[in-house]
């Protein structure tokens, strides 16, 4: 198809290779993947519960983007 060329192609790639290996820090685009599996999981996967680990990025990704108070 010619959607993306060779450098976005690498990037998306590694960010789906990067995205369980949460414990570890990688590039923005990896990182981003990681918060958006968090949240997806905190925001719209109720049947499984929340891990600590994941209560934290969750946290820190909140404060992060300006986030100070939630309903849990």
Do not use: Q
């Not at 060779?6 to 960010?15: F, H, Q």
């Not at 995205?19 to 905190?42: F, G, P, Q, R, T």
């Not at 109720?46 to 994941?54: G, K, L, M």
């Amino acid at each position: 198809m010619g959607a993306y060329d060779d450098r976005e192609i690498k990037i998306i790639t590694a960010a789906i290779a990067n995205h369980s290996d949460k414990h570890h820090i990688h590039n923005d685009y990896d990182e981003m993947l990681k918060d958006a599996d968090v949240m997806d999981h905190c925001f719209y996967n109720p049947d499984f519960p929340v891990s600590e680990w994941e209560k934290d990025r969750y946290h820190h990704l909140l404060t992060e983007i300006g986030i100070t108070s939630i309903n849990e």
